[in-house]
């Protein structure tokens, strides 16, 4: 069986760190933020070359609380891509504001930027570009936009931990960066986790109180706020492996590089690193038209995959009363029915990339009508 992602192999890499790391924890009491999540929050920001940190329970609530202090709230609107985890437009309607979807480039499958202009009215507050699979969305453009229009731009990084845009950290490029430590992320906690990265002091200071149940000091309220706070064992956890994570990203690359190798010219869709991107693998989504099918053959041969995601956003029953209507979105649907995602982990060897790549050829070979079928997309 090769999994989809695994998890106990990368533990088992750091086990006696991990463990004594876990251990201070417990001998200290400091179970809710704390030293080691403070020491953290410096840490990744400085990572993600930020001057705030800001950690909190989930990526989630890094992006519901990263909207409130640039002021979103209930009437306003924020530009996403409806090709998401349904976290990003949650975390919008959480405030109040309505979530206005753009499509994605089929190319990356990331905000396209030619589609927001038109998107903004009066009622815009800010854009949600999301750095999918961990690519970076290409934030030139979209940050002249927004400088344009003087809206505020949250980078929905919780896929792309490390990734680059043109040399700079994710995280840097926007007004504010939100990331997920969920334990399947490039960088994960042992539970949840997520961080919200700044170069504004107001905006941290905001998230701050906003964290903790809006508090300034202890039992002195300034906002109505949220018990959003990092736990002190996942602190210790990520920063043990923080120092892991530049060589766990190589290796995702060279996995990815794997795959592209044995499957070019086969007329499988791999994915496109676009020219201005350190695209660091949190997915590795190839395209087809037969997509169940495949997965239920290669599931059957012991190869696990995914799906992210089977449906946009816009055509989930839960945000069916913001009244969007399919073929809206024709290349965030396109890619919906489409993607595949194969298994991608650090620990992935060179002979399972092989053994994924001689299912999917043989599947290919034996489907003649894919070869066109695939021409077609490409």
């Known amino acids: 069986m090769i999994p989809f992602v695994d998890l106990k192999a990368q533990y088992q890499s750091i086990k006696p760190e991990v463990n004594a790391a876990i251990q201070g924890v417990l001998d200290s009491c400091a179970f809710t933020l704390g030293p080691e999540v403070a020491a953290f929050e410096q840490e990744f920001a400085a990572y993600s070359s930020a001057r705030q940190g800001i950690a909190v329970n989930t990526g989630t609530s890094a992006l519901h609380l990263a909207l409130l202090a640039a002021g979103v709230g209930r009437g306003d609107e924020v530009i996403t891509v409806p090709f998401t985890f349904v976290a990003t437009a949650s975390a919008i309607d959480y405030t109040g504001a309505r979530p206005v979807f753009v499509d994605i480039d089929p190319q990356n499958f990331t905000m396209d930027p030619k589609a927001v202009e038109a998107a903004i009215t009066e009622r815009t507050k800010a854009i949600i570009p999301v750095h999918l699979y961990g690519q970076p969305a290409d934030m030139d453009p979209i940050r002249a936009i927004a400088e344009r229009h003087g809206l505020v731009v949250i980078e929905d990084a919780a896929q792309a931990h490390r990734a680059e845009y043109k040399g700079h950290r994710v995280g840097s490029l926007g007004d504010m960066g939100c990331?997920?430590?969920?334990?399947?992320?490039?960088?994960?906690?042992?539970?949840?986790?997520?961080m919200v990265t700044t170069d504004s002091p107001a905006y941290a200071r905001t998230i701050r109180m906003l964290r903790d149940w809006g508090a300034e000091k202890k039992y002195h309220h300034v906002l109505k706020g949220y018990n959003f706070r990092m736990e002190g064992i996942q602190g210790a956890v990520l920063r043990v492996k923080l120092p892991h994570l530049d060589a766990w990203t190589e290796s995702r690359r060279t996995a990815a590089a794997h795959y592209d190798r044995l499957l070019a010219g086969s007329g499988i869709v791999t994915p496109k690193a676009m020219p201005y991107a350190y695209h660091v693998y949190h997915v590795y989504a190839i395209r087809t038209p037969h997509r169940a099918a495949w997965q239920e053959a290669l599931q059957a041969k012991g190869i696990q995959t995914g799906i992210h995601y089977p449906t946009p956003v816009h055509l989930l029953p839960a945000f069916a009363d913001l009244g969007y209507r399919e073929g809206q979105f024709p290349h965030a649907e396109a890619a919906s029915r489409e993607v595949l995602s194969l298994p991608m982990y650090p620990e992935l060897t060179e002979a399972q990339c092989e053994e994924v790549a001689r299912a999917l050829l043989s599947l290919r070979t034996n489907?003649?009508?894919?070869?066109k079928l695939m021409a077609n997309a490409l």
Do not use: C
Not at 182 to 193: D, M, R, S, W
């Open 179 to 194: 990331f997920s430590f969920y334990p399947g992320k490039n960088l994960g906690a042992y539970g949840e986790g997520g």
């Open 367 to 371: 489907d003649p009508a894919e070869a």
